[in-house]
Protein backbone atom coordinates (compact mmCIF):
# COMPACT_ATOMS: atom_id res chain seq x y z
CA UNK A 1 0.00 0.00 0.00
CA UNK A 2 1.09 3.91 -0.82
CA UNK A 3 1.53 6.30 2.01
CA UNK A 4 -1.61 7.62 0.58
CA UNK A 5 -3.54 4.84 0.53
CA UNK A 6 -2.65 4.37 4.24
CA UNK A 7 -3.19 8.33 4.66
CA UNK A 8 -6.72 7.82 3.54
CA UNK A 9 -7.69 4.53 5.44
CA UNK A 10 -6.08 6.45 8.75
CA UNK A 11 -8.36 9.11 8.14
CA UNK A 12 -11.66 7.21 7.23
CA UNK A 13 -10.75 5.23 10.63
CA UNK A 14 -10.38 8.99 12.60
CA UNK A 15 -13.77 9.84 11.24
CA UNK A 16 -15.05 6.57 12.08
CA UNK A 17 -13.92 6.84 15.69
CA UNK A 18 -15.31 10.14 16.16
CA UNK A 19 -18.92 9.32 15.01
CA UNK A 20 -18.49 6.17 17.57
CA UNK A 21 -17.92 8.56 20.10
CA UNK A 22 -20.08 11.29 19.20
CA UNK A 23 -23.03 8.24 19.49
CA UNK A 24 -21.78 7.03 22.80
CA UNK A 25 -22.14 10.35 23.96
CA UNK A 26 -24.90 10.77 22.66
CA UNK A 27 -26.94 7.21 24.43
CA UNK A 28 -25.02 8.19 27.70
CA UNK A 29 -27.31 11.51 27.46
CA UNK A 30 -30.20 9.59 26.71
CA UNK A 31 -29.72 7.40 29.47
CA UNK A 32 -29.07 10.65 31.55
CA UNK A 33 -32.09 12.07 30.94
CA UNK A 34 -33.87 8.94 31.42
CA UNK A 35 -32.34 9.11 35.17
CA UNK A 36 -33.11 12.57 35.95
CA UNK A 37 -36.88 12.24 34.83
CA UNK A 38 -37.49 9.73 37.03
CA UNK A 39 -35.81 11.91 39.46
CA UNK A 40 -38.71 14.12 38.87
CA UNK A 41 -41.29 11.62 38.80
CA UNK A 42 -40.47 10.16 42.29
CA UNK A 43 -40.13 13.62 43.76
CA UNK A 44 -43.26 14.81 41.92
CA UNK A 45 -45.15 12.01 43.99
CA UNK A 46 -43.08 12.79 47.30
CA UNK A 47 -44.53 16.05 47.32
CA UNK A 48 -48.09 15.06 45.71
CA UNK A 49 -48.41 12.85 48.70
CA UNK A 50 -47.91 15.46 51.31
CA UNK A 51 -51.32 16.99 50.70
CA UNK A 52 -52.90 13.72 51.88
CA UNK A 53 -50.75 14.13 54.95
CA UNK A 54 -51.57 18.07 55.87
CA UNK A 55 -47.65 18.10 55.81
CA UNK A 56 -45.98 21.11 57.39
CA UNK A 57 -45.70 24.06 54.89
CA UNK A 58 -41.84 23.96 55.63
CA UNK A 59 -41.60 19.89 54.41
CA UNK A 60 -43.40 20.96 51.85
CA UNK A 61 -41.15 23.97 50.88
CA UNK A 62 -37.89 21.54 51.54
CA UNK A 63 -39.50 19.01 48.92
CA UNK A 64 -40.55 21.55 46.72
CA UNK A 65 -37.50 23.00 46.56
CA UNK A 66 -36.23 19.36 45.32
CA UNK A 67 -38.76 19.04 42.70
CA UNK A 68 -38.14 22.65 41.41
CA UNK A 69 -34.52 21.89 41.20
CA UNK A 70 -34.88 18.22 39.28
CA UNK A 71 -37.20 19.53 37.25
CA UNK A 72 -34.92 21.96 35.57
CA UNK A 73 -32.35 20.07 35.71
CA UNK A 74 -34.04 17.59 33.78
CA UNK A 75 -35.50 20.37 31.49
CA UNK A 76 -32.14 21.61 30.60
CA UNK A 77 -30.65 18.58 29.47
CA UNK A 78 -33.06 17.59 27.42
CA UNK A 79 -33.08 20.58 25.64
CA UNK A 80 -29.63 21.64 25.26
CA UNK A 81 -28.23 18.21 24.97
CA UNK A 82 -30.73 16.61 22.83
CA UNK A 83 -33.21 18.71 21.49
CA UNK A 84 -30.98 22.19 20.65
CA UNK A 85 -28.27 20.12 18.73
CA UNK A 86 -31.67 18.90 16.27
CA UNK A 87 -33.13 22.63 16.36
CA UNK A 88 -29.35 24.03 14.96
CA UNK A 89 -29.45 21.60 11.98
CA UNK A 90 -27.09 19.80 13.13
CA UNK A 91 -29.10 16.68 13.23
CA UNK A 92 -28.46 14.68 9.61
CA UNK A 93 -30.34 11.42 9.95
CA UNK A 94 -33.46 12.15 8.20
CA UNK A 95 -35.56 10.17 10.10
CA UNK A 96 -34.47 11.83 12.94
CA UNK A 97 -35.94 15.09 11.60
CA UNK A 98 -39.07 14.27 10.62
CA UNK A 99 -40.15 12.74 13.90
CA UNK A 100 -38.06 15.67 15.96
CA UNK A 101 -40.19 18.09 13.74
CA UNK A 102 -43.57 16.54 14.49
CA UNK A 103 -42.92 16.42 18.57
CA UNK A 104 -40.71 19.53 19.23
CA UNK A 105 -43.94 21.84 19.25
CA UNK A 106 -45.29 19.83 22.39
CA UNK A 107 -41.45 19.77 23.76
CA UNK A 108 -41.48 23.25 23.63
CA UNK A 109 -44.71 23.73 24.62
CA UNK A 110 -44.13 21.51 28.12
CA UNK A 111 -40.94 23.74 28.35
CA UNK A 112 -42.62 27.01 28.92
CA UNK A 113 -45.22 25.39 31.23
CA UNK A 114 -42.46 23.62 33.32
CA UNK A 115 -40.40 27.22 33.72
CA UNK A 116 -43.72 29.05 34.45
CA UNK A 117 -44.30 26.37 37.45
CA UNK A 118 -40.51 26.91 38.55
CA UNK A 119 -40.93 30.73 38.09
CA UNK A 120 -43.69 30.53 40.43
CA UNK A 121 -42.74 28.34 43.05
CA UNK A 122 -38.65 29.29 43.26
CA UNK A 123 -39.28 32.16 45.97
CA UNK A 124 -42.32 30.32 47.62
CA UNK A 125 -41.36 31.26 51.62
CA UNK A 126 -44.75 31.11 53.60
CA UNK A 127 -47.68 29.17 53.20
CA UNK A 128 -49.81 31.64 51.15
CA UNK A 129 -46.92 30.76 48.15
CA UNK A 130 -48.42 27.37 48.28
CA UNK A 131 -52.31 28.15 47.96
CA UNK A 132 -52.74 27.04 44.55
CA UNK A 133 -49.39 23.86 44.50
CA UNK A 134 -51.64 20.87 44.32
CA UNK A 135 -53.65 22.01 41.32
CA UNK A 136 -50.21 23.55 39.52
CA UNK A 137 -48.62 20.26 40.67
CA UNK A 138 -51.74 18.55 38.97
CA UNK A 139 -51.19 20.37 35.74
CA UNK A 140 -47.65 20.14 35.86
CA UNK A 141 -48.29 16.00 36.50
CA UNK A 142 -50.22 16.31 32.81
CA UNK A 143 -47.52 18.27 31.53
CA UNK A 144 -44.81 15.79 32.22
CA UNK A 145 -46.89 13.09 30.76
CA UNK A 146 -47.41 14.88 27.40
CA UNK A 147 -43.14 15.71 27.34
CA UNK A 148 -42.63 11.85 28.20
CA UNK A 149 -44.99 10.69 25.51
CA UNK A 150 -43.25 12.70 22.60
CA UNK A 151 -39.70 12.60 24.25
CA UNK A 152 -40.13 8.82 24.10
CA UNK A 153 -41.01 9.00 20.80
CA UNK A 154 -37.65 10.71 19.53
CA UNK A 155 -35.35 9.11 21.81
CA UNK A 156 -36.56 5.71 20.68
CA UNK A 157 -35.93 6.88 17.31
CA UNK A 158 -32.46 8.53 18.46
CA UNK A 159 -31.61 5.16 20.06
CA UNK A 160 -32.56 3.15 17.12
CA UNK A 161 -30.52 4.95 14.50
CA UNK A 162 -27.69 4.57 17.21
CA UNK A 163 -28.17 1.00 17.53
CA UNK A 164 -28.51 0.84 13.73
CA UNK A 165 -24.97 2.33 13.24
CA UNK A 166 -23.44 0.40 15.56
CA UNK A 167 -24.35 -2.64 14.51
CA UNK A 168 -23.46 -2.75 10.99
Known amino acids: MSDSQLDT????????????DRRERQANTIKSLLTERQE??????????????NADYKVVLEILKSFNQALVDYTALGHFEIYERIVDGKERRESVKKIASQVYPSIAATTEQIVDFNDKYEGADDPDSLTNLYTDLSAIGETMAERIESEDLLLQKLGDQSLSRTEK
Open 40 to 53: VLVTMCGLAELESK
Open 9 to 20: IAEIAKKVSAEN
